[in-house]
């Protein structure tokens, strides 16, 4: 919303709740009360009305669960909005994660080897070939029950009990003919990231392909374990054969638009594990970088072909090894604090992060709060506090097996 503003435009924000964010920003120009973004057919029939009210906004997903409505429905939308999504058979290969690794392949991307059982009686006949440790991964983020990020299983016993524990919880929240498994995990080998990492090269591509622009960053610290939503990342170097295999990839699945691709190291390779086709979580630390993404989505979406080739070519020769980071500031204090209180932290833990802060301090983005504009902080402080609440059980098990047989992630910066 800030950046948005920041170059003129006025934008509004659907929200669901009191605790949205983004809502509250000075910068938003109108707020719609919505419903959840899952609860699809409520959540269009509000988007059309507001296109049906003010013609020719742009429409710009900030979730999967978003994206793939947005297309899903684009000859609706189309009709109120200026909208410029990818076909729905792109979008499958995008968000089912099973396509996504065949595009990958065929692309020439490494993928971590991933088993595709469709049963209970093939997963207990898997069970015992299958390469340990292995995380039980959600096939699909769209129209799920829970938002987690899978289940590890280190055992065939402990495979079979998590898989049926994640099937017992794991159903549709509508039926999709054009997502007909989305309720099916994927099997993959579960590959401890360590001090590297995930590594992500988040960027813009046009219809044509021509409009290329990268910058890559590293997850320094995620939500819950073993995999989780990112709370801490550090720019990296342009790392050109790296952004090369993702526009390849875009080309492969005829992408356009924001992108996200995350990639963990793997054997002597980068290896893909995900792709958001959609606004995401450090988007900021890009537009401080030089790289104003939402707005490369406006113009591209506006027609604006000029303005966006220039856009797109002035972040391009701005690319450099400037030094950002990237954190939620309220939610690592949390979860440090919540860890040290039970008992699961690690003793140099919080010194470290201290001495991040402290050493990055100049270079700093920061997920809601801003000088400026302090309201979403506040208001994304009692958000986190609300959902940790609810969610103090499922940390305490996420933590555990960390402190007791994983060494926690406390990666290694140049000073």
């Known amino acids: 919303m800030r950046q948005l503003a920041n170059h003129g435009l006025r934008a509004g924000v659907i929200a669901n709740g009191a605790l949205s964010a983004a809502a509250w920003s000075r910068y938003v120009?109108?707020?719609?009360?919505?419903?959840?973004?899952?609860d699809g057919e409520q959540f269009l029939d509000l988007v059309v009305k507001l296109g049906s009210a003010v013609p020719d906004q742009v429409l710009l997903p900030t979730s999967d669960e978003t994206a793939w409505l947005y297309t899903s429905h684009a000859s609706v939308l189309k009709e109120h909005f200026r909208l410029h999504q990818p076909s729905v058979r792109t979008m499958q290969r995008i968000l089912d994660k099973k396509l996504l690794s065949d595009?990958?392949?065929t692309a020439g991307l490494q993928i971590l080897p991933t088993w595709e059982p469709r049963t209970m009686s093939e997963v207990i006949a898997s069970a015992p070939t299958l390469l340990y440790p292995i995380l039980i991964k959600p096939r699909t983020q769209v129209h799920r029950a829970n938002n987690d990020?899978?289940?590890?299983?280190?055992?065939?016993?402990?495979?079979?009990?998590?898989?049926?524990a994640f099937m017992s919880r794991e159903h549709p929240?509508?039926?999709?003919?054009?997502?007909p498994h989305a309720n099916i995990p994927l099997l993959q080998h579960f590959v401890d990231i360590g001090k590297k990492g995930v590594h992500s090269v988040s960027g813009y591509v046009d219809e044509t392909g021509e409009l290329f622009v990268t910058r890559q960053a590293r997850k320094v610290f995620q939500r819950s374990m073993p995999a989780?939503?990112?709370v801490a990342f550090e720019a990296q170097p342009a790392n050109p054969a790296l952004s090369e295999s993702v526009r390849r990839l875009c080309k492969e699945l005829g992408y356009f638009g924001i992108f996200e691709v995350?990639?963990?190291s793997f054997g002597d390779s980068w290896a893909i594990i995900d792709f958001n086709p959609r606004l995401f979580n450090q988007v900021g630390m890009d537009g401080f970088r030089g790289m104003p993404l939402p707005l490369m989505a406006y113009l591209d979406?506006?027609?604006k072909t000029a303005e966006l080739r220039e856009v797109v070519e002035k972040a391009k020769a701005d690319e450099s090894d400037r030094p950002a980071v990237f954190y939620d500031r309220f939610t690592l204090w949390a979860i440090l604090t919540a860890k040290a209180l039970s008992g699961r932290a690690n003793p140099s833990e919080r010194e470290y992060w201290r001495e991040w802060k402290r050493r990055n301090k100049a270079n700093t983005v920061y997920f809601a709060a801003d000088v400026s504009d302090p309201i979403p902080g506040i208001v994304h402080a009692f958000s986190e506090i609300f959902l940790g609440v609810r969610a103090a059980r499922r940390f305490l098990r996420s933590t555990e097996r960390e402190v007791t047989e994983?060494?926690?992630l406390i990666p290694t910066v140049p000073a």
């Open 29 to 38: 120009s109108k707020t719609y009360k919505g419903p959840a973004e899952k």
């Open 103 to 105: 595009a990958a392949l």
């Open 149 to 164: 990020k899978g289940m590890v299983a280190h055992s065939a016993k402990e495979l079979i009990e998590n898989y049926e």
């Open 173 to 179: 929240e509508s039926s999709d003919a054009n997502l």
């Open 228 to 230: 989780g939503v990112g």
């Open 262 to 264: 995350e990639f963990i």
């Open 301 to 303: 979406a506006a027609g």
């Open 406 to 408: 994983v060494e926690p």
